[in-house]
């Protein structure tokens, strides 16, 4: 089907044109009002990672576990995520020797809803560290002695790759959405902010049914063919020369057949030095994994280059409209 250049498939389309990507209908979700308090469980202190085996692509696989206690009120993959958050935790501690936090991980927000198989990773760049790629060996929900069903369990994997000590830790990118609740219709735009100057380029990742996600590269487009910012500038898109080229709005809107809501991650990554269209385009399989394509095969691709880099993210929630 023919979209748009630029969509965001839960969706951000652009204000005068139309189409869709396909997408797999979801059961009713809570209201966004509705928001479920989730802890870790007590039993997770006792949670040991493994280290196994190094990827080819250079990351190390470390496979943890997470719980969390859960109740009636929060959605199944609010409380997956928030459990992959637990085990991605125990990972780095035991790898890195580091605590994860993650300014963009907060699940009293109703943006960790929605989509099945859409549960968003940690993609705060981790110093003094980076995630990869990951797999959920195992997750559901488990009883305790007097409480039935009241923990939600995931068994992970993480590819991890340490940082190397040459690393700028002074370079980052900031990734801000102006809602990050929105009912279909609303208007929404993106601000990025690098500390250092750079190039960037804008991911779309999206949930495709039966476990599987996509990927699309919304930035570099024709409506903004090479996006160059200073360090500490703060850029706001769509811009003045993007509503030149055309796109005069972001608006959210839900797929045709109407689910409840519909959950996308957007992704920044900034690089000091622009990079050539085979390692940034996210269609490019990557050539000892020809199945591979997306948002594992730009990171792969980055971490093998040496290339100086940045990422953020944020995930949006869009709902019917009341």
Same mark, same amino acid.
């Given at each position: 089907?023919?979209?748009?250049?630029?969509?965001?498939?839960?969706?951000?389309?652009?204000?005068?044109?139309?189409?869709?990507?396909?997408?797999?209908?979801?059961?009713?979700?809570?209201?966004?009002?509705?928001? +479920?308090?989730?802890?870790?469980?007590?039993?997770?202190?006792?949670?040991? =990672?493994?280290?196994?085996?190094?990827?080819?692509?250079?990351?190390? $696989?470390?496979?943890?576990?997470?719980?969390?206690?859960?109740?009636?009120?929060?959605?199944?993959?609010?409380?997956?995520?928030? +459990?992959?958050?637990? +085990?991605?935790?125990? =990972?780095?501690?035991?790898?890195?020797?580091?605590?994860?936090?993650?300014?963009?991980?907060?699940?009293?927000?109703?943006?960790?809803?929605?989509?099945?198989?859409?549960?968003?990773?940690?993609?705060?760049?981790?110093?003094?560290?980076?995630?990869?790629?990951?797999?959920?060996?195992?997750?559901?929900?488990?009883?305790?002695?007097?409480?039935?069903?009241?923990?939600?369990?995931?068994?992970?994997?993480?590819?991890?790759?340490?940082?190397?000590?040459?690393?700028?830790?002074?370079?980052?990118?900031?990734?801000?959405?102006?809602?990050?609740?929105?009912?279909?219709?609303?208007?929404?735009?993106?601000?990025?902010?690098?500390?250092?100057?750079?190039?960037?380029?804008?991911?779309?990742?999206?949930?495709?049914?039966?476990?599987?996600?996509?990927?699309?590269?919304?930035?570099?487009?024709?409506?903004?063919?090479?996006?160059?910012?200073?360090?500490?500038?703060? $850029?706001?898109?769509?811009?003045?020369?993007?509503?030149?080229?055309?796109?005069?709005?972001?608006? +959210?809107?839900?797929?045709?057949?109407?689910?409840?809501?519909?959950?996308?991650?957007?992704?920044?990554?900034?690089?000091?030095?622009?990079? &050539?269209?085979?390692?940034?385009?996210?269609?490019?399989?990557? &050539?000892?994994?020809?199945?591979?394509?997306?948002?594992?095969?730009?990171?792969?691709?980055?971490?093998?280059?040496?290339?100086?880099?940045?990422?953020?993210?944020?995930?949006?929630?869009?709902?019917?409209?009341?």
């Amino acid at each position: 089907m023919i979209r748009p250049v630029f969509l965001l498939l839960f969706v951000l389309s652009l204000m005068g044109c139309a189409g869709h990507a396909p997408v797999v209908k979801t059961p009713p979700a809570p209201e966004p009002e509705v928001l +479920a308090s989730l802890t870790v469980a007590p039993e997770s202190g006792s949670f040991e =990672a493994k280290v196994l085996e190094k990827d080819p692509a250079g990351c190390t $696989w470390v496979e943890s576990e997470g719980a969390v206690v859960t109740s009636p009120r929060e959605a199944p993959y609010q409380a997956e995520a928030a +459990a992959i958050q637990e +085990a991605l935790s125990i =990972a780095f501690s035991k790898f890195l020797g580091v605590k994860v936090t993650s300014r963009f991980m907060s699940f009293q927000e109703e943006t960790m809803r929605g989509q099945d198989h859409l549960v968003s990773s940690i993609t705060q760049a981790i110093r003094p560290g980076r995630e990869i790629l990951s797999q959920v060996m195992e997750k559901g929900y488990r009883s305790v002695p007097g409480c039935q069903g009241c923990r939600y369990y995931v068994r992970y994997r993480s590819c991890i790759v340490p940082e190397p000590d040459t690393a700028d830790r002074d370079f980052n990118v900031e990734l801000k959405v102006s809602r990050e609740i929105l009912y279909e219709g609303d208007e929404a735009f993106l601000e990025i902010t690098p500390s250092k100057d750079c190039y960037v380029y804008l991911y779309d990742t999206y949930d495709i049914g039966r476990g599987k996600k996509q990927t699309d590269l919304l930035l570099p487009s024709e409506y903004a063919p090479e996006v160059r910012l200073k360090g500490g500038q703060a $850029w706001v898109f769509p811009d003045d020369e993007a509503k030149k080229r055309g796109l005069q709005a972001l608006t +959210a809107q839900l797929p045709p057949d109407k689910p409840a809501v519909s959950v996308e991650e957007i992704r920044v990554i900034a690089s000091k030095t622009p990079l &050539p269209v085979k390692m940034y385009d996210p269609k490019v399989p990557n &050539p000892k994994q020809a199945d591979e394509s997306g948002r594992a095969a730009v990171l792969r691709r980055l971490n093998s280059s040496g290339v100086a880099w940045a990422e953020d993210s944020a995930a949006i929630s869009i709902f019917q409209k009341k």
